[in-house]
């Protein structure tokens, strides 16, 4: 399913954990890291697609995972030439992308990487949220980088009060106002561009 321009609609997932890390899974049989993705079928929402390649490709139901924000808009990028079966070549040009910041609210232990018969990913971890991009195949460092960038504003507050629990303080609360919030340091942001990955 082909746009007018020659673009397959897909989505992307950022997988969080509860340190706002991501999942980063190899792809199978290669050296390249990417993030999950895939193709919307026919009469499939954004949405329905993401949950169905969540399960395809982590293993993962709809009860495990929470949805914290999606990109506003398709992010594109093209694929080489080379990369394009015979037969595509001068219809197909890449791919347009929602992509999806989703929060596991189960556990590790819930992902499965052979949930199918076709499994994309031999190995996963977690990493620090601005992944390393010289790990994703060239083409899709750009996409990459623009959906880490629109979606980090979104990138849940991790809970720092387990530290006043540690050393028996509370947080003062006086007057009825709360004590001020710890800013968290902006991320910084690599220097290179995207991700990788082929879907």
Request: aromatic residues 10%; glycine residues 8%.
């Amino acid at each position: 399913m082909l746009d007018r321009e020659g673009f397959r609609p897909n989505v992307g997932i950022i997988l969080l954990n509860q340190r706002n890390e991501v999942f980063w899974g190899k792809r199978i049989r290669t050296h390249s890291w990417q993030f999950p993705q895939g193709g919307i079928k026919h009469g499939e929402t954004p949405e329905q697609a993401m949950y169905r390649e969540l399960h395809e490709e982590v293993g993962l139901h709809k009860e495990h995972v929470r949805i914290v924000a999606r990109t506003r808009d398709w992010l594109r990028y093209e694929v080489p030439e080379h990369y394009i079966r015979r037969d595509a070549r001068g219809h197909y040009k890449g791919q347009k992308q929602i992509w999806f910041l989703l929060q596991l609210t189960g556990r590790d232990s819930d992902m499965n990487l052979r949930a199918t018969d076709h499994p994309e990913f031999d190995a996963w971890r977690w990493n620090e949220y601005w992944v390393p991009l010289e790990a994703v195949i060239e083409f899709k460092r750009g996409v990459y980088e623009m959906a880490l960038t629109e979606l980090a504003r979104y990138l849940p507050r991790l809970n720092h009060h387990n530290r006043y629990l540690r050393s028996g303080m509370r947080p003062a609360q006086r007057h009825g106002h709360e004590a001020p919030r710890q800013e968290e340091p902006a991320p910084v942001q690599p220097e290179g561009g995207g991700e990788s990955g082929q879907d």
